[in-house]
């Protein structure tokens, strides 16, 4: 089931949202309207502007007033691809993206790419510029839009080849429409504008008839009609204005093997567009195996969904009511879409109730919308023709030999029993082969085996004839008993088939999740992933990690070993870079053998699932399905992982903090009372005693230095009050005046007090803070300006009021700090490269943890041309 989350969608959205270009669509409702030239116009007036503009493709279709405007934009090269003998010219996506223009022109979003291509289809080409946060402008017709492709077949009797999904539109953040009338258009074919003459006559008399370009003009205004409304609506969503918001609609399509379920895809894509609704598309799976043309049909139908943004669910069960309703009630779905089955002739004369009948009784409040099919779609089969499926010789001869044993037997047994008794073995013998065999080998046994046992064993012998009616209803029972046991000892058997096959999935996911529940070690669970993979999908599998530099780590895979080579190696970094699937069955480069699976956690490819099948058959849907659950666990392993690093990373930062903490705080309580007594011995000494000169300078060198690991104790205690909790700022109002003078006093002695310019409004200026702890903290910066640095270089201490705030900077003539490291100065413990000796990196992170308490902050900048600045930010006292 492909469920995405919508919380998940929506984090990631937001997340990349600053980094996807924007998608700007042309649209009109035929070719020759001017979306090329409205395209160019626009361009060059953003050109104009100072945007740096790149045409990535244009056609001009040798329309003169067109290649005009083409003059003085930067054009790409196109891209030469030769095809069996042919050369081919296309769209440069590599050389764009390595350019990295602002805005791309892309001409023709429906055009289909040359084989060999990296994506089949240019408007995926478009996706992954726009994923380079690269702005796109492109045209479209009408036409091309793949819901309306049935709708563009009842009007013009064309089939289009090229569509892009309606997904695309919803991509768009802008869709300008390009109009004109039927009328115009006509005078623009007459006078050549739009195909040469010889074309123009033949077009206007076909595809542009009026009446085909006014049904074309309606759609192509409803559907810009329809974006603007889902535009508007998310707009007033986001401003919380009130108005019409989104339905809680959500719409549920059948899907099953025949033609029609395209037609009832595409409308179903329609209708939840215009409701602005969710929508699922759902295929219930019968206990009849299903032919290699009708699981290919079955994949294409799903495909379709998906592309145009349907979420796709796989069940399995015969009662196919009951599976639809049952899935119904699960995802609260509102609304039912299925075909109007063609009800035959018998059940109509017996009133048997149909499929749809019994839908509708069992819907409840759920509406059930049946479509009718159009009379080209009838003659394929609602469901696939069974009873005579494709024939298989070997079980056809094993019910040939096994009749040939029972008859044999019945010769020999015929003169100890009855011809009763024969019977009875031929019915075993049909219930064995619809057993072992096919059901169609079962009927055929139950044919032979009424024929057989009439002709040779039922009175007259040798005959067709019956000796009374009771042979006859006897030989008729027969046949009608033959053909139900074969038909449900086949039915029990493909029954007991899925069910192993179910079986075996469960046990796969089961073993997958108990390996991600138990492991601690993500290659283990890896390689059990890949085991499982490769059991179930025949294949060799293996897990490719990327590293801290998003760089694939190809030579330690995790599972199989896989040789690659360069361009696929190129590939998997492709698939790292632009988070999408890319090789076999997928939309880039399908033509590669091997399928590159990104595996995604917290918004990042943490690893590539890289899968090389061993048969060169298509997976169906159930493998595919499969595959899905399989990369989602992967996922989570990825995610549990990841979480597991961050949480040892985080225990192990704690425990680190507590044992620094504690040794911290033990030590700087041990020091304090010896460097207090040692500092009171020393002030006695030079207060009270007349020393030599020679003495006092030893004496002062001493005290300043006991001065210096007393402060470095301090800065310690405070940390560890910090860190633990508990220190509290005591609020009063203090003068900002009063609170320079004081850190001044305490950091700078009479030769320094000349470098400090101070530069303060005059007036008083407060402040509601603690006192104790903005002094320190400004103390510290100032310290580290005058440590750190120039010698003899000025400092200035400006304060000002900017919005309600008292801002205290601090400048010094240094060079600043280097850019990468600017951030990591008020880490605890921090000291730069070329700090000078001395200090223990706590200053500046102790005085933006007290700012911080007091309600502000403290930010550090480097100045042009030179010069560093760390700020003080604090609220300003209001007057009373």
Not at 23 to 32: A, D, Q, T, Y
Not at 402 to 408: K, L, P, S, V, W
């Amino acid at each position: 089931m492909e469920r995405p989350d919508p919380d998940a969608v929506l984090a990631r959205v937001k997340a990349e949202e600053s980094h996807r270009g924007k998608l700007k669509i042309f649209f009109g409702m035929c070719p020759g309207v001017g979306k090329t030239y409205a395209m160019l116009q626009e361009a060059r007036q953003r050109q104009t502007e100072g945007f740096r503009v790149l045409v990535g493709v244009v056609c001009t279709h040798g329309r003169s007033e067109t290649q005009a405007l083409l003059e003085g934009l930067e054009q790409v090269p196109p891209k030469i691809v030769n095809y069996r003998g042919i050369t081919l010219e296309e769209m440069d996506i590599d050389e764009i993206l390595k350019r990295r223009p602002q805005l791309v022109l892309v001409d023709e979003l429906a055009h289909t790419n040359a084989p060999g291509s990296r994506h089949p289809k240019r408007y995926q080409d478009v996706l992954e510029i726009l994923s380079a946060d690269i702005d796109v402008f492109t045209t479209l017709n009408v036409q091309h839009v793949d819901s309306r492709r049935e709708d563009i077949l009842a009007v013009t009797r064309v089939v289009v080849g090229e569509t892009v999904p309606d997904t695309i539109l919803d991509e768009a953040s802008e869709i300008t429409l390009v109009d004109l009338s039927p009328q115009a258009l006509h005078q623009r074919l007459a006078e050549g504008k739009v195909y040469v003459p010889s074309q123009a006559q033949a077009a206007a008399a076909n595809f542009f008839k009026t009446e085909n370009l006014t049904a074309l003009r309606e759609m192509a205004l409803r559907l810009t009609t329809a974006h603007v409304n889902r535009n508007l609506r998310s707009l007033m969503l986001a401003k919380g204005l009130s108005g019409p918001t989104k339905s809680g609609e959500r719409i549920l399509v059948a899907v099953g093997v025949t033609p029609f379920s395209e037609s009832l895809i595409r409308m179903t894509r329609r209708w939840a567009g215009m409701l602005d609704a969710s929508w699922i598309a759902l295929h219930v799976e019968g206990s009849a195996p299903l032919s290699e043309e009708h699981k290919e049909l079955l994949m294409k139908n799903l495909a379709l969904a998906r592309q145009l943004g349907a979420e796709t669910i796989h069940q399995v069960g015969d009662d196919l009511a009951q599976v639809i309703i049952d899935v119904a009630n699960k995802e609260n779905v509102t609304q039912i879409i299925i075909g109007k089955s063609v009800e035959k002739k018998w059940e109509r004369l017996l009133r048997i109730p149909t499929m749809v009948d019994r839908l509708v009784n069992l819907s409840g409040q759920i509406d059930v919308h049946m479509v009718r099919m159009s009379s080209g779609e009838k003659s394929f089969p609602l469901r696939p023709r069974y009873f005579l499926s494709r024939i298989k010789p070997r079980e056809y001869g094993l019910s040939f030999f096994m009749f040939a044993i029972a008859t044999i037997v019945n010769m020999l047994l015929e003169p100890l029993a009855g011809y009763q008794m024969l019977g009875l073995m031929y019915l075993l013998t049909v219930v064995l082969s619809g057993a072992f065999l096919g059901r169609s080998a079962a009927f055929m046994l139950a044919a032979l085996s009424a024929l057989a046992w009439d002709f040779l064993f039922i009175p007259p012998k040798y005959t067709f004839s019956f000796r009374s009616g009771y042979d006859l209803g006897l030989l008729v029972m027969f046949f009608i008993t033959a053909l139900m046991m074969g038909f449900i000892t086949s039915k029990l058997r493909r029954q007991k088939e899925i069910e192993q096959k179910q079986r075996l999935r469960s046990e796969s996911l089961y073993e997958l999740t108990r390996a991600l529940a138990v492991s601690t070690d993500i290659a283990q669970a890896m390689r059990v992933a890949c085991a499982q993979i490769n059991l179930l999908l025949h294949s060799k599998s293996c897990v490719l990690m990327i590293d801290e530099n998003d760089q694939p780590l190809f030579m330690n895979p995790i599972g199989d070993t896989i040789e690659m080579t360069d361009n696929q190696k190129g590939l998997v970094q492709w698939v790292v870079a632009n988070k999408k699937a890319a090789g076999r069955f997928s939309d880039t480069l399908p033509q590669q053998p091997l399928m590159y699976l990104p595996l995604r956690a917290s918004g990042q490819v943490r690893a590539v699932l890289t899968i090389k099948l061993l048969i060169d058959k298509p997976l169906d849907l159930a493998q595919r399905t499969l595959l899905e659950s399989f990369t989602a666990l992967m996922t989570v392993m990825l995610e549990k992982d990841q979480l597991l690093k961050i949480s040892r990373e985080a225990k192990m930062k704690e425990d680190t903090q507590n044992l620094q903490s504690a040794l911290l705080d033990n030590l700087s309580h041990e020091l304090k009372t010896p460097l207090t007594i040692i500092s009171g011995y020393l002030d006695a000494l030079v207060l009270f005693h007349q020393w030599p000169k020679d003495a006092m300078d030893l004496l002062e060198e001493c005290r300043l230095a006991c001065l210096r690991l007393t402060s470095g104790v301090d800065a310690v205690l405070d940390l560890t009050k910090l860190d633990t909790g508990n220190l509290r700022p005591n609020f009063a109002w203090c003068e900002v005046k009063d609170i320079i003078a004081q850190a001044l006093k305490q950091v700078v002695s009479q030769p320094v007090e000349e470098r400090i310019h101070l530069d303060c409004p005059s007036g008083p200026l407060y402040v509601n803070a603690d006192f104790y702890m903005v002094t320190q903290s400004l103390k510290n910066i100032v310290h580290n300006a005058l440590v750190h640095g120039p010698e003899g270089e000025e400092i200035d201490i400006h304060v000002r009021i900017m919005d309600q705030k008292i801002r205290i900077s601090v400048i010094d003539q240094g060079e600043g700090i280097p850019k990468e490291t600017l951030a990591k100065i008020f880490d605890k413990f921090y000291r730069g490269a070329k700090t000078k000796k001395g200090g223990l990196g706590l200053g500046l992170s102790i005085a933006r943890r007290f700012v911080q308490l007091n309600e502000g902050d403290v930010e550090a900048e480097n100045l042009s041309p030179k010069g560093f600045m760390v700020t003080i930010t604090l609220p300003m006292a209001e007057k009373e």
